[in-house]
Structures are given as C-alpha cells and as structure tokens.
C-alpha cells in the first residue's frame, strides 16, 4: 500500500531502496578490493610527491640559472610536461619509451609501476618546479643581499635565507599539488596500475553496482586527501614565525 | 693611521644612464664618514658598490688592501670583513634575533655555535635588546630590528662598516635609539661610511662631510667646514632646503 502511494508521487522507492542495499553490499565485498588498490594509490602518490619535490626544486633552479643551458632544458621540460595530457604522457612512458630503450636493450620494458611512478613524478616534478620559482620570486631582494653582504656565497644565501622563507611562501600551492597529484594517478588506470580506480571499475564490471560503488571509492579519496590535508597544516604550523616558548 | 677604503676615478651606469661619474675617495682607519645629498644623487649605489652589490663599471676599490673590483678576488671573504646596514633592515624573518646573528658567524665557521650564541647575547646586550633575543623580527619594532641588524653586522667583527640610510625608515621617535648605537660604534673607533639625512648626526659623530650629487663628490670637509662654511653653491643650496 505505501509503496503504491509512493509510486504514485513519481519515485520509484523500491529502486531507491535497492541502491541502498547495493551500498551495504558494497561496502562489504570491495573493501578489500579497494585496500589493495588503496595501497597502490600511496605508493604511487608518495614516490611522486618525494622525487617530485627533488625533480621540482633541481628543475627550478635550473631555471634561474645564468647559465642559458640549464635554463633552456628546464624551460623545455616544464613547457611539455604543462601542454600534454598525463594521460598521453602515461601512455608514452609506459609503451612508447621502451620502443625506442629497446633498440639499445633489446627486450626492455618498465613494469606498470615503474611507469607508474615515473609519469607522475615528472608530472608533479614540472609543477613544483613552477611552484617554487614563484617562492623564490616573492622573497625580497633585501634578504638576498643582507646574506651576501654578511659573507655568505651564492649557494649558502640559497639555502640558508631564501629557501626556507621561499617554502613557507609556496605551501598552500604545494598542498594543492600534492592533492593533485593523488587523485592524477587515478589516470594511470588506463595503463593498468591496479590502484583505486581501476579495482572499482573492475568490481563495477562484474557487479554493476555503479552508483555505490563510485560513492564508495570517492569516500576513499576523500579520506585520504583529509588526512594528507591535515598532515601539511601541521607542517605548516611549524614554519610560522612566532616566538615559541 | 691606516689606510683603509681608497677608490680611485670610480663609474658606475645603468644602461645609459650614468649614476656614478668618477668617485675618489680615501678612508683611514677609525674615520668616521657621512655621506649627504640630494635623493638619486648616487649616494646610495656608491655605498652599494664598496661591497660590491653593485657591479662597476670602471675604477678601482681597495678595501682593506684587496682589490675588490679585481675579477679573481674572493669577494665572500672580503664581505666577512665589510658590515652593512639596510634601510629596510633585511632581517631574516625565519630566524629569531639571535639566530639571525649567529647565522653567518657558524655558517662561515668563524666560531662555533656556543662561541656565536654567547657572541650574539652580548651583542645584544650592547644594543640593549638582552630580552628580545628569542623574538622573531616581525616582533621587533623598527628601531629594534634595526639595532639587531647592527648586532647581526657586528657579529663578524668587520674593520668597516657601511650604512645605507639607516634610520630612513624609521618612525620619528626610534631614529634616536639607532644613531645612539651608531655613536658609540664611531666612539670605539669602527670605521664608518653612513649614507645619512640625519644631518645633526653628521654634525656631531662624522669626522669628514661628503655632499655627493649627480654622480660626482661635489664637496667635502669636516662638518664645521661643510655646515657652517660651504663653498659650493650646489651645497649651500642643498643646506638650505634640508636644515
């Protein structure tokens, strides 16, 4: 009789419920479906962001070199990576590279994670690179100066006066790579890194059970960029220039 | 006495615009030199330029008998010994007055981190600043930042040290605090270039006036001669609207 009434206002209640079920049922089967592809989705993300920083902080420096070398293929390595698609840049490292490695190593391939891990960090690298450069930019002159002045050489001045106001500059950019750069390897799907996505759609395929499954896996990302968000706010907590006592 | 900042016939252009258009000038130890003159006069670029944070364009300055315009010179090493002070004092904001002090003197292994810290409390201490020394600059007011940019300046015991407009940006009531340590630096025998408009404190602590305009020293004496007696016109001009 309630259904009926339902029915009658245009909702398609048992459907509804239906979903609802699916959802628990969800939950229960590609739980750990999803933690395996949980654990790819870190790995990946952590390798990138880590040699992403280090690809970042080299390629920018390199950029603000005089020397018009360094700054040239910096220049170069930023502009492709920003005007292709990861996705193209994935598919390029993980078939296309080896073609060509193979005619000096015959046989040569990477694995799924090599590649994996070497597209978003060249990804993630060429952002960062751009991220720090504007740091770098916002420190004023002065501080430059005052550190040479006092004795200090170029390399020095870099490390010890600009970087470190140069990174506090840069943190909320660099958050929102990072973030970015988690949810990017979802892309790397496509080349068959079994991480979040591809499981869900794997489990999706056999299930059809899309609309608690995507739910699922969004909740997924959402914790994880959570606490990779609250992390970083520790972080920078700690560069505030406050008296501590 | 010994002989301590000679430069010879130096210029100085940006492009084409000549901002310095040969300076000589000699300094012995322990003098005491103020630096006056109208704004974009070149006062401030000469200054810059005996540290070498401007590149010359031609001439010679020796500090300390190094050739610093010399290509092969180390000039790192010649800064250890040639303090400057900011307008804008240029602390590290990152650093808290004490490290700010204790940074080049351990990172240039001039001492070790106790000899810096103990070094850096007891300049602070002459600055009168003792109980700001875990404060960070934005803590600071001007005047006090200034007299740790002192401190942080005096921190590599330099034989010369170089103003740049020290008190420009200060509020009224806090230039008096920082030419008041300045005062007693001359008093100890520091040698000093101060590019100023403080002209009572030109008066009363400089041994030698230079009034340099349009790129070129248009004047000099001690202050009795310069104040009081100015032969130049471009000076007494210069006098006029300033005092």
């Known amino acids: 009789m309630l259904i009926k009434e339902i029915q009658f206002v245009g909702i398609d209640v048992m459907n509804f419920l239906e979903l609802l079920r699916d959802f628990n049922e969800v939950a229960g089967e590609a739980t750990p479906l999803l933690m395996e592809g949980l654990q790819f989705t870190v790995l ?3 390798c990138a962001i880590v040699i992403g920083i280090v690809i970042g902080l080299i390629a920018c420096l390199m950029r603000m070199s005089h020397f018009f070398l360094w700054r040239w293929i910096a220049s170069a390595y930023i502009w492709v990576v920003r005007g292709t698609p990861m996705i193209v840049q994935a598919f390029f490292i993980h078939f296309g590279l080896p073609q060509i490695i193979s005619l000096f190593i015959p046989e040569f391939t990477f694995t799924v994670i090599q590649s994996s891990i070497i597209t978003t960090s060249l990804n ?3 952002y960062i690179a751009e991220i720090f450069r504007g740091g770098i930019t916002a420190v004023p002159k002065g501080q430059t100066e005052a550190a040479r002045s006092l004795g200090l050489s170029q390399g020095k001045t870099m490390r010890k006066v600009v970087l470190p106001q140069a990174t506090k500059i840069a943190i909320p950019s660099m958050v929102n ?6 949810k990017d390897t979802s892309i790397l ?3 068959g ?3 979040l996505t591809n499981k869900t759609k794997i489990y999706v395929g056999a299930t059809f059970n899309y609309f608690a499954s995507w739910i699922f896996v969004g909740l997924f990302y959402l914790i994880l960029i959570s606490i990779l968000m609250i992390i970083l706010k520790k972080v920078e907590a700690s560069f505030s220039y406050e008296r501590k006592n | 006495m010994k002989e301590k900042i000679r430069v010879t016939d130096l210029r100085k252009s940006f492009h084409h615009l000549d901002v310095l258009k040969g300076i000589d000038l000699r300094v012995q130890e322990g003098e005491v030199v103020c630096i006056i003159g109208p704004s974009g006069g070149g006062k401030s670029t000469f200054l810059r330029c005996l540290n070498q944070l401007e590149t010359v364009t031609s001439g010679e300055i020796i500090v300390d008998d190094f050739v610093l315009t010399e290509r092969k010179v180390n000039i790192n090493k010649i800064r250890e010994n040639i303090g400057m002070v900011f307008q804008s004092f240029n602390l590290f904001p990152h650093l808290t007055a004490k490290k700010n ?3 080049a003197p351990v990172d240039l292994k001039k001492m070790t981190r106790d000899q810096a810290e103990t070094k850096a409390l007891e300049l602070l201490k002459r600055v009168g600043l003792s109980e700001k020394a875990d404060n960070y600059p934005h803590e600071l007011s001007g005047g006090q930042q200034q007299r740790v940019a002192i401190a942080r ?6 034989d010369v040290m170089l103003f740049d407009e020290p008190t420009s940006a200060l509020d009224p009531e806090m230039v008096g605090e920082v030419l008041q340590v ?3 630096l001359a008093a100890e025998g520091m040698t000093m270039v101060v590019v100023t408009h403080e002209m009572g404190f030109a008066r009363d602590v400089a041994d030698r006036v230079i009034l340099m305009a349009d790129g070129v020293i248009v004047e000099e004496g001690t202050p009795d001669e310069l104040f009081e007696k100015p032969k130049e016109s471009r000076t007494q001009e210069f006098l006029r609207a300033v005092l």
């Open chain 1, 189 to 191: 799907s496509v080349i």
């Open chain 1, 124 to 126: 993630a690298g060429a």
């Open chain 1, 44 to 46: 990946v993300s952590v």
């Open chain 2, 101 to 103: 002090i204790m940074m």
């Open chain 1, 177 to 182: 790579q990072f973030i970015i750069t988690i």
């Open chain 1, 193 to 195: 890194l079994p991480e």
């Open chain 2, 182 to 184: 300045m005062k007693e």
């Open chain 2, 153 to 158: 300046a005096l921190a590599m015991q330099p």
